[in-house]
């Protein structure tokens, strides 16, 4: 009814304007007055955490993709390495398993059968497994040995987006706490970035505040069959992400690349008038990556493409090659995704409306799959 869903047309709009509150919830308790992580609830003692020397993580879909940014998290302040597998191919190809790897399952249902299988394998070999999770008591933190509940609410709309936002929370939140409990030479940059995480659902929010000129331009491309995005180092799963919400909602074919593969191949597919929405990195920190980026975006430009650029405010070397700009708050490199996301959850929503979509639940799919 209008009433559930809160004076919105769609949940889905409702769940992506309830971000802010899902990620300062998820963030709740969880970080004690001194800047330290006090995750209690993960109940791996810290010994076992100390001795884990690898990290793998399983995950379906969108979950995948929010595993897919914390290998990043995870290795930089970790140094542990770490793997991230599609629930359903992780344990058809004898992954190896023992007692002092740490695998990690995200899932917003807890009831994904393939995710469950992936838990289930992983436990058979001995290794320990932590959930992230969105529903309480749910079967994947009940097989689990630990569980990290992100407290995004109920999330209806079968394309998932503030369980997404607090999925990237937990993660950042398990890669510091394992930084923590272990003690990396990234010590004071684990404390800054601690500190940046109070401040990011505010960073949500403000990007939400200036979302019209993108619904604007997602109803003009209503009529496209096509739309490519491009990312690099944590942007190349939130170019994934995009797509994925694209294919689910407008039903419009929409992939993303890692933007260095270009020249390998996904080059060829630029055409007049093809849209690309490329997802920029800091020009801070990570400047190499911002600086190659700029070049792809030059590249796919003068062979046609129409560009819509996700770029930091004050990002000024984007300018001249965006035909579309879209500007997101400053952030540490790791929490970019944080706020990079959001604009394309609105561009998918709108589209699919301005399609005649139903946005809540999209044709042929179903919000948990319970089988394999
Ligand atoms: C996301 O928009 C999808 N509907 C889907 O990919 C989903 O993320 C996937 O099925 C995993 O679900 P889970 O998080 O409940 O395990």
């Avoid at 809160?6 to 007055?33: C, H, N, S, W």
């Avoid at 998932?160 to 950042?172: I, M, P």
């Avoid at 055409?271 to 990570?286: A, K, T």
């Avoid at 700009?325 to 998918?348: D, W």
């Amino acid at each position: 009814s209008a009433a559930e869903k809160g004076g919105y047309d769609y949940f889905m709009l409702k769940e992506i304007a309830e971000q802010p509150k899902a990620v300062a919830d998820t963030l709740l308790g969880r970080i004690d007055g001194s800047g330290s992580l006090t995750l209690d609830e993960v109940r791996i003692p810290p010994q076992v955490l100390r001795e884990v020397d690898k990290v793998v993580v399983v995950a379906c879909g969108t979950a995948f993709h929010a595993g897919l940014i914390a290998k990043y998290a995870i290795e930089h302040w970790t140094r542990i390495p770490c793997e991230v597998e599609l629930a359903s191919e992780f344990r058809y190809r004898d992954p190896i398993l023992d007692q002092q790897t740490l695998v990690i399952a995200i899932s917003q249902s807890g009831e994904t059968m393939d995710t469950l299988m992936a838990v289930r394998h992983a436990r058979e070999q001995g290794s320990r497994v932590l959930a992230i999770c969105n529903t309480n008591g749910s079967t994947i933190p009940r097989e689990s040995d630990a569980v990290l509940y992100t407290h995004a609410g109920p999330e209806v709309a079968v394309a998932s987006t503030k369980a997404f936002l607090t999925q990237l929370v937990a993660c950042y939140l398990v890669a510091l706490y394992l930084g923590q409990v272990r003690g990396t030479k990234w010590g004071d940059e684990i404390r800054a970035v601690v500190r940046d995480l109070s401040s990011i659902a505010g960073a949500v929010e403000q990007v939400l505040g200036t979302m019209e000129p993108v619904r604007e331009l997602a109803r003009t491309l209503a009529s496209k069959n096509t739309v490519l995005f491009l990312g690099r180092h944590v942007g190349y799963p939130v170019a994934l992400e995009g797509a994925l919400k694209l294919k689910e909602l407008a039903y419009m074919h929409a992939e993303g690349f890692a933007a260095g593969e270009l020249k390998h191949g996904p080059i060829a597919l630029i055409e007049e008038d093809l849209p690309v929405v490329v997802v920029v990195p800091s020009p801070r920190g990570r400047s190499v990556l911002h600086d190659k980026i700029v070049s792809n975006i030059q590249e796919i430009r003068a062979r046609g493409a129409r560009t819509i650029v996700i770029a930091e405010e004050g990002d000024e070397a984007v300018v001249p090659y965006a035909d579309h700009l879209i500007r997101i708050p400053v952030t540490p490199t790791l929490l970019q995704p944080m706020v990079a996301t959001v604009p394309l959850q609105v561009f998918a929503c709108e589209l699919a409306t301005a399609r005649g979509n139903e946005v809540d639940q999209p044709r042929n799919l179903a919000k948990s799959v319970t089988v394999e």
